[in-house]
């Protein structure tokens, strides 16, 4: 039997090494393409031979739902089979990858030998019309439900905009803790192309909700957990920064759930 080629697209360099180091030492597969964006993967699938592209959902310059439509769009000599990685498994986002054709969709984080699993499953098949599936569905519906809860007792209310960009982006960072660096670059674009936005107003309804948040909701809270991210001027944390804390609180719960 022949090797699966792999084909690997995520801008985390450390992530694509992960990956190319395990792949590589599975007898199953071979490694041959990496790149870190979705228009040198467009490129390159053009000239490459491969039966599974690894497509991470947020990408610079294209991100993998622009593959997706890429994809579907233009005739390959081989078109090849495709597993998206998110670390946001809104529905909204899973149909749209459904509708687009992909072949499987993984929540970061995930074990290996699962993705290898099923990408052997993936090889195998004769039709792309396979049901997507999510990699612990439960444990992101229990990290929602957590996430909701504490920006509620933050005082934030469930009407606002700004409470469900916030949950959103929180939900990610949690998951893959590098976002909370490129907040402007990928989370803002991420989340306004998802709820059919533009960044400017993302960023204003997340603004709006903390300063709320900040002038109605309980002191003692509000300190106990922003107490030493504040900005002094303003004397209210960034959005980024209400973003990193809760992101940090719940990923140390787990981490501490786990020991």
């Known amino acids: 039997m022949n090797p699966v080629k792999l084909g690997i697209a995520d801008d985390n360099l450390e992530f694509c090494m992960l990956l190319q180091d395990y792949f590589q030492n599975q007898p199953e597969f071979e490694v041959v393409l990496i790149v870190h964006n979705g228009n040198d993967l467009i490129k390159a699938m053009r000239n490459t031979d491969l039966d ?5 959902m947020i990408m610079p310059e294209l991100d993998g739902l622009g593959v997706l439509k890429w994809l579907r ?5 081989k078109k090849p ?8 498994a809104k529905e909204e986002v899973a149909r749209q990858a459904v509708e687009l054709g992909v072949d499987y969709y993984i929540l970061k984080p995930f074990d290996l030998k699962v993705l290898k ?8 098949y004769t039709s792309s019309s396979q049901v997507v599936k999510l990699i612990n569905k439960q444990q992101y519906q229990d990290l929602e439900k957590e996430v909701s ?7 934030i209310p469930p009407h606002f905009k700004g409470y469900s960009y916030l949950e959103a982006a929180i939900i990610m960072t949690v998951q893959e803790p590098g976002l909370i660096n490129e907040v402007t670059t990928k989370l803002y674009p991420f989340i306004a192309r ?5 960044e400017q107003r993302v960023e204003r309804a997340m603004r709006f909700a903390i300063e709320t948040a900040w002038n109605k909701g309980t002191v003692q809270i509000l300190h106990d957990l922003f107490g ?3 900005d002094d001027q303003k004397g209210k944390p960034t959005n980024a920064s209400f973003i990193a804390k809760i992101s ?4 140390l719960e787990y981490n501490t759930r786990a020991v």
């Open 52 to 56: 599974i592209v690894l497509l991470d």
């Open 73 to 77: 769009e233009h005739r390959l000599a």
């Open 117 to 124: 699993q099923r990408i052997l499953e993936i090889a195998s």
């Open 194 to 198: 998802h709820f059919q936005t533009s």
């Open 248 to 251: 940090d609180k719940i990923r």
């Open 228 to 230: 030493y991210c504040i």
């Open 149 to 155: 809860h504490i920006i509620r007792t933050l005082g």
């Open 81 to 88: 089979k495709v597993v998206i990685f998110s670390a946001f």
